[in-house]
Each structure stands twice: as C-alpha cells, then as structure tokens.
C-alpha cells in the first residue's frame, strides 16, 4: 500500500494541490489537532474515500497536550472571546512567534506517532510523510529514529522551525548543533534532507503548485 502522511494539515487545501500534483497514493491520512480546522479539511474531502483526517496531533506521547494557539481578538469567535486562527500554533512552548502566546492555548489529544507507525503499518508499505508540525518536528523525528520508526518511512517532506524556536537568536550554536545533527542522522539512513526550508523538496513542491 501507498500511504501519503500529512502531519498538520490546517484545512486540507495545501493536500488538495498535492493530491492533484504527485503521483496518486492508495491512502492519505492528514492529522490536525484544531477542530475548526479538521471540521473544514474533513469538509473538503468528503466525497473522497481515499482521505482520512485525524482531529489529533501528532507528539510522542499518547496524552492530552497543550496546543498553543494563534489568537485574534478582531475576528470574533465562540462565547465571544475571539477566534483561534491555527497559524503557527505549536506545541513547544519556546516557539512563540507569530502571535502566539504561552498563555493562551487549548487541550487536545495527542499521539505517540512512533507507536501509530509501527502498530498501524508494515515496513513493506510505502510511507511518504509530510511535516509541518510548528517545531514539534525535533521530538518526532529523534523519537522515530530511536525507536526505529523511521525504517517504515520512505521519503520526508519537512518544514523547519529551529529559527522560530524562542531564544535562538541569543543561542544560535546550540539551536543549530540539534538540528543539523537530527539532518545528518536522516540522511545517513537515506533521507535526501538539506535542513533549509529554501532547498527542501517541500518548497519546491509549494512553487511548483502555486505555478499551476
């Protein structure tokens, strides 16, 4: 089986374009823990059987976790008190760019992605896995590395955040000594991975649709 991953999939639409970009999968599975945002992707492929979306995040643990949320108090929202836009929410407290604050933030079920991997699949299947998971990346991807995971993947398409995570201008060595070992380890199991949100297969992807 053929299996495309998507790891944040905010409403679907960034899906929808790869559905109709890359060569057709027997599955996709998106995950999204915002449920306004699930609601909406789930909406917009409803009359696809071949797309499941999960109203989950995907972490390393199988827990309630804090989702700390893009906030607007300009657009309305439930009970008044503002809308929960999704853009850059996260779940590592120390990445709190883009209007999102260590205060405000909601509960949602999380998922030990490394179990969901290894019980849900065979290492005969074909994985492509997409990352966009607001610095969440770091555990996931060293959690499935360590608890070999990772050998059910065949390819990974991943968006960065190690220069969004708080503090990384005062802490530039240590930031970037994490993530340049985490590239190395997955390209020596056979990942083609730069580290640069500029290079990666991701933003090529992003243009190449845009284009269309």
């Known amino acids: 089986m053929r299996y495309y991953i998507d790891l944040g999939i905010y409403d679907g639409s960034f899906l929808e374009k790869i559905i109709s970009f890359l060569p057709p999968f027997d599955k996709y599975i ?3 823990p915002i449920p306004k945002l699930c609601k909406e992707a789930r909406k917009r492929f409803k009359d696809n059987h071949k797309v499941e979306i999960k109203e989950i995040a995907a972490t390393t643990v199988d827990d309630d976790v804090k989702l700390y949320v893009n906030y607007s108090k300009k657009r309305g929202g439930a009970s008044g008190k503002g809308k929960f836009l999704g853009v850059g929410s996260t779940l590592i407290k120390d990445k709190m760019t883009g209007n999102i604050n260590e205060d405000i933030f909601i509960s949602v079920k999380g998922i030990d992605f490394t179990k ?9 299947d074909k994985i492509v896995l997409k990352i966009d998971i607001e610095g969440e990346e770091y555990n996931l991807l ?3 590395i360590k608890t070999e995971a990772i050998d059910y993947v065949d390819k990974i398409y991943c968006e960065w955040h190690y220069h969004k995570i708080r503090g990384y201008e005062n802490n530039k060595k240590k930031v970037k000594k994490r ?15 730069k580290g640069n949100n500029a290079e990666d297969e991701i933003w090529e992807i992003i243009k190449r649709t845009n284009e269309g």
Request: cysteine-free; overall charge positive.
């Open 179 to 193: 993530h340049y070992k985490l590239i190395h380890k997955l390209n020596k199991l056979g990942f083609d991975l």
């Open 30 to 32: 998106g995950f999204e």
């Open 142 to 144: 060293e959690k499935m």
């Open 116 to 124: 969901y991997i290894i019980n849900n699949f065979d290492k005969s």
